[in-house]
């Protein structure tokens, strides 16, 4: 599975978490073309303390902004 499959994966999975557990609904399809969005779906799914969320933030940082990146704004 490539890279973009991988996160269109996850991203999806993401979204079904944030709605179930946040009440949040996000748009898939800009968080894989969007950094600045990216980091703040990031940011918000982190605020929720859900372990599952957790691992699917970190998998996604890690595909979209290197590994060990955070969800924080660009310099």
Do not use: C
């Amino acid at each position: 599975m490539s890279d973009a499959e991988q996160l269109t994966s996850l991203a999806t999975h993401l979204y079904v978490r944030l709605r179930r557990d946040g009440g949040r609904v996000i748009d898939v399809i800009w968080l894989m073309k969007n950094q600045e969005y990216a980091r703040e779906v990031l940011k918000l799914a982190r605020s929720i303390p859900e372990p599952e969320l957790e691992k699917l933030t970190d998998r996604i940082e890690e595909l979209m902004f290197g590994k060990g990146a955070a969800a924080r704004p660009a310099p």
